[in-house]
């Protein structure tokens, strides 16, 4: 099973191959194209050639081609969520949710407007305000949700008159390429590039001069190194960099009505989901009676083969992020923490951890201040909500939190949370018209929405010396 990239229009195989693991088998199953740094710069031509063209023209056609580029997707949902499986690992079901979910991405994002706005309309001047693109932009997507956080890249900054190039993680690069594959059909020749590779190829992208936006997602090593390589060029970035997300229960919280919900929080995508839960904070009386609770949940889940009916959890992405979250849980042990015990792990060669609840955490336990990204959820006890705030907010990250019990109590502590976003009574619901990003280590900019779709645009201005006989209205529909 082999995939080709697409650059300026056509397949292009590439002179390298990059083996493709499935973490379920923790075996190859297919090859992808490993990108040289001619592939690289031919794919960032292709979207200089393509941008004057496409940039020119009407929103609304712009607009028109996201849709059928959604109702492609959809026509291909299945091709592509058994690909995505095979490769990140989720039960079908789940990789079926997420086609579908960038699938209609395109339509949530066509259903968007920029405007020309006056600013002023005086006798002597006349200043309007537009929102421009910034020409060919780099989206690189992670490996966990592969295809809809291409999605969320890929159709603001086409809608904005962008053009892209777009690079998958090299761990999950087929259901992305061939989703590219797809929708740069739709477009002109060179709209949409995909190519593929590991560091070397981000690199030689995200630092092309001809590039003057980068949009990534991913780790926080590797997006403070996209910031440093191109702040010689002062490039336009947007960076979501993960998160380490809190949830803080308010005392006397109905424990039991709450447990499903924080657990399913924490364990989406088998925790690989930067707005999961990954550390609860609980009043101490109640500490042991949410402990238990999750246990029994954690207990029932099924891991296995996402491909396999019946599997409730799938791997991890790979062997070195199973390395490093069994590692957190042993330095938790080791420091006097408990480990829960949870359901077997399937006698399985892949890259597979059992949901896992740890208790008893000494405060600044690297369980607690570091972001996991595995199926494993620490419980920590707390004397007063003022001190489970201090801790929730005393990581590098600033993501997402929430807070659960009275609602009017929870909205007083949410104003305390330091972070892009908080729920209350709720986590991790994430909305096609809502900003999302963080602070701090989590990243810089938004996604989502409105606000995503400006990331995609520059303002220009234009200040007119004012005629007698000139008019203008106060809103003229985007170009």
């Known amino acids: 099973m082999d995939f080709g990239m697409t650059i300026g229009g056509r397949s292009v195989p590439g002179s390298r191959r990059l083996a493709v693991e499935n973490p379920a088998h923790a075996a190859t199953f297919a090859h992808a194209p490993d990108a040289s740094a001619a592939d690289v710069r031919s794919a960032v031509a292709a979207a200089g050639e393509a941008f004057p063209g496409w940039s020119a023209r009407p929103f609304q056609e712009r607009a028109d081609t996201l849709r059928a580029c959604g109702a492609l997707v959809h026509q291909h949902k299945e091709e ?40 002023a309309d005086e006798p002597g001047s006349l200043v309007t305000m537009e929102r421009v693109p910034y020409g060919p932009v780099a989206a690189v997507a992670p490996s966990n949700f592969p295809l809809i956080l291409a999605a969320t890249k890929i159709a603001p900054a086409l809608l904005a008159g962008n053009t892209v190039v777009f690079k998958p993680s090299e761990a999950t690069p087929l259901s992305g390429l061939r989703m590219a594959e797809l929708l740069a059909g739709m477009l002109p020749a060179g709209a949409l590039n995909a190519v593929c590779g590991g560091a070397a190829a981000g690199a030689v992208l995200t630092e092309h001069p001809d590039v003057p936006m980068v949009s990534f997602t991913g780790s926080v090593p590797v997006g403070r190194a996209i910031a440093r390589a191109v702040a010689p060029h002062l490039k336009h970035l947007v960076l979501e960099l993960g998160g380490n997300d809190a949830c803080l229960i308010l005392p006397g919280a109905d424990i039991d009505a709450l447990a499903p919900k924080i657990f399913a929080g924490a364990m989406v995508n088998a925790g690989q989901f930067c707005a999961a839960i990954k550390r609860v904070y609980v009043s101490a009386p109640q500490a042991a009676q949410l ?19 019946g599997t409730d959890c799938g791997p991890l992405i790979s062997r070195a992020q199973l390395d490093r979250a069994t590692g957190l849980v042993d330095a938790a042990r080791d420091a006097g923490a408990r480990v829960v015990p949870g359901a077997a792990t399937p006698d399985l060669p892949g890259h597979f951890l059992s949901p896992t609840v740890v208790t008893d955490l000494p405060p600044g336990t690297r369980l607690e201040a570091e972001e996991q990204f595995a199926p494993v959820l620490p419980v920590l006890s707390y004397g007063s909500v003022e001190e489970a705030v201090d801790r929730a907010n005393g990581t590098e990250f600033g993501l997402g939190g929430s807070v659960w019990g009275d609602e009017q109590r929870a909205a007083s502590v949410a104003a305390a949370l330091d972070c892009g976003t908080v729920w209350i009574n709720q986590h991790g619901a994430l909305r096609p018209d809502a900003p999302f990003g963080g602070y701090r280590s989590s990243g810089m900019g938004s996604e989502y929405g409105y606000w995503g779709l400006l990331e995609y645009t520059r303002i220009k201005v234009r200040n007119t010396a004012r005629t007698a006989n000139s008019r203008t209205t106060d809103r003229i529909p985007g170009h």
């Open 80 to 119: 592509l969520a058994e690909l995505l499986t095979r490769e990140q690992g989720k039960p079908l079901a789940e990789a079926r949710s997420e086609t579908a979910l960038a699938a209609d991405w395109f339509g949530h994002t066509a259903a968007l407007a920029l405007l020309h706005v006056t600013v």
């Open 291 to 309: 402990t238990d609770a999750l246990a029994e949940l954690a207990s029932a889940v099924r891991p296995g083969d996402g491909l396999l009916p």
